[in-house]
């Protein structure tokens, strides 16, 4: 069997709308089988991500974390991902690691959105001013077409550099969002509970280990919890572990996921609060690197 390498130039032929579909399909499949190996040194991470579904596929997507590498002039996260074919096993593809974890993590993300935000969003604030919120206003404008985007990062050159309207004052920008959408690897709560406003969707994306978390335990409780899967989220990463340790929240207040019917992953009315915790499992790695293999693919028809 030949093994394909797909480059970051793949994206030429997506869509977002391509990746919330294939997001959607992938999840009336049977439940993904699933397992994740990280390996610690210091501040750096080992990420070794595992995920098999029936009738899709099996992935590992292998990375390093090494927040040193900005002071080197180099990228934070390097890595490579392995997409196998679901009957024999075999090695079909080689995947660019940035790319499938750009679409997986906005394409995530942009399916909570497209569910839970408040169809005339319009204010959306970027807390955290990396290359995932800088993707992630690509996303989010495909179903916000009038959306109109502020960043807040602790280093304001940071935030000046994406050239956007740049917050100084983060709990006013916070009360002036309709999206707050947070990306950035902070291991105590930025976003205060009481801060949040009526009608508010909060996509929380950066804590991705025990120790990590944007959010208070305030903002946990005032809002209606979803998460992009109960078996990647609850007891593996700190917004979900320290509220639920606390009493905050139980895990009866963690309403669904997207292998829930999409009936029960939706706002209820337009004064709700919503967080939806975007987990980013290696199932989900694996719907999207087969939707980016199946782009490459077609691209010559």
């Keep these: 069997m030949t093994v ?11 869509t977002w709308a391509g990746m919330t579909a294939a997001l959607e399909a992938g999840h009336r ?6 397992a994740d190996l990280l390996v610690y040194r210091g501040a750096d991470t080992l990420l070794d991500r595992g995920a098999w579904i029936d009738g899709l596929g099996a992935l590992v997507k292998i990375g390093t974390i090494v927040p040193g590498n900005a002071a080197r002039g180099k990228p934070t996260i390097n890595g490579i991902v392995n997409l196998f074919d679901d009957t024999t096993g075999e090695l079909t593809a080689l995947l660019d690691f940035h790319l499938v974890t750009k679409w997986k993590t906005a394409g995530d993300s942009l399916l909570s959105a ?26 989010y404008s495909s179903i916000f077409p009038d959306a109109r985007f502020t960043v ?15 917050a100084d004052d983060l709990e006013a920008a916070v009360k002036a969002a309709d999206i707050i959408c947070t990306a950035t690897l902070t291991e105590t709560p930025l976003i205060k509970g009481a801060w949040l406003q009526p009608g508010q969707h909060l996509d929380l994306i950066g804590a991705y280990k025990p120790s990590m978390r944007e959010v208070d335990d305030a903002a946990m409780a005032r809002a209606r919890v979803f998460v992009d899967s109960r078996a990647t989220t609850i007891h ?3 917004e979900l572990i320290d509220p639920l340790k606390s ?5 009866a207040d963690v309403i669904a996921d997207f292998y829930d019917d999409p009936a029960l992953f939706s ?9 939806a915790k975007n987990g980013g499992g290696a199932h989900l790695d694996l719907m999207t690197a087969t939707y980016i293999a199946q782009c490459w693919a077609a691209k010559g028809r």
């Design 4 to 14: 394909e390498m797909i480059p970051f130039a793949a994206e030429a032929h997506m």
């Design 29 to 34: 499949l049977p439940r993904a089988d699933i």
């Design 114 to 139: 497209s569910r839970l935000a408040r169809k005339d969003s319009r204010n959306i604030l970027l807390v955290g001013a990396g290359t995932v919120a800088r993707n992630m206003v690509d996303a």
């Design 152 to 166: 807040w990062s602790r280093t304001r050159a940071t935030a000046e550099a994406m050239g956007l309207p740049v």
């Design 236 to 238: 593996h990463i700190g």
């Design 247 to 251: 009493g905050a929240i139980t895990e």
């Design 267 to 275: 706002r209820r009315s337009d004064d709700e609060i919503t967080i």
